[in-house]
């Protein structure tokens, strides 16, 4: 059964979460493109590894705060944030800090606007006929594919993945197992290339992003994809029915 946490009361005060995230995320587009990024990680390198090695219990949990209010508002410098957990804390546990920050700020941003709009249009569309019908019964048949699909491709933003299920009325459950097993692939990627940062710093280089997309790394992830995917292949041919709806959890 689907998991309702919508918020009662006045429409305004139920969109309130995703409105001010909203405002935040496009008041931090415009002011904090420059102050969270490559060349100021670089810049005050010195003072991070100060802090990781001065008190490192702390350094983790102010990692992981800014880390989570970054994804949370949807403000730029996720990647870089990722990049940093690797630099600070290595590949392991920095993976770890980096996987729970982003699945706990994509958990925020989810419940925000589920709160605010996401039952009402997942109530409408489930309410339409037609072609609205048709792709929402779709999505819920094979929810675990597409919320797996939405995040282990690339292509897809992040914050895309974190609305769209909300707007569609995917429970919390499987929204936070299919986050955090799902960005697993591009985390580990990443984290391991902010674990090697040192040597670029001292090169004065910046790091190749697009390493996610060289055919050792770029086929594994496509090969996960297919594997998600697979349940919503086969049932492709299966001709609709009220028993084919899976209970939400």
Sequence with gaps: MRDQTEVSGPGWLRRLPILLIL???????????????????????????????????????LFML?????????????????????????????????????TVGAICIFQAARWGLGGWLARRMDAQTGAIKRFKDGIDRNQWSV???MRLVPAVPFFVANLLPALLGVSLTRFAVTTFFGI????????????????????????????????????????????????????MGKKPSGSDRHDQT
């Excluded at 990049?83 to 729970?100: E, I, T």
């Excluded at 674990?195 to 390493?211: N, Q, S, T």
């Design 184 to 235: 697993i692939p591009g985390a580990l990627v990443l984290t391991s290339v902010g674990a090697g940062l040192g040597e670029l710093f001292e090169r004065d280089e910046a790091p190749d992003l697009g390493l996610i997309f060289e055919p050792q790394f770029l086929l594994p992830i496509l090969g996960l994809c297919l594997l998600a995917a697979l349940p919503m292949l086969i049932s």
């Design 147 to 149: 919320l797996f699909l």
């Design 66 to 102: 800014v880390y989570v209010v970054i994804v949370a508002f949807s403000l730029p410098g996720a990647t870089v944030a990722t990049l940093a957990g690797g630099f600070l804390f290595s590949v392991f546990p920095g993976v770890l800090f980096n996987l729970a920050s982003a």
């Design 23 to 61: 405002a935040v995320a496009l008041g931090g587009a415009l002011l904090l493109r420059d102050a969270v990024s490559f060349e100021s990680l670089r810049d005050h390198r010195d003072q991070l590894i100060a802090l990781r090695d001065g008190n490192y219990l702390l350094a983790v949990a």
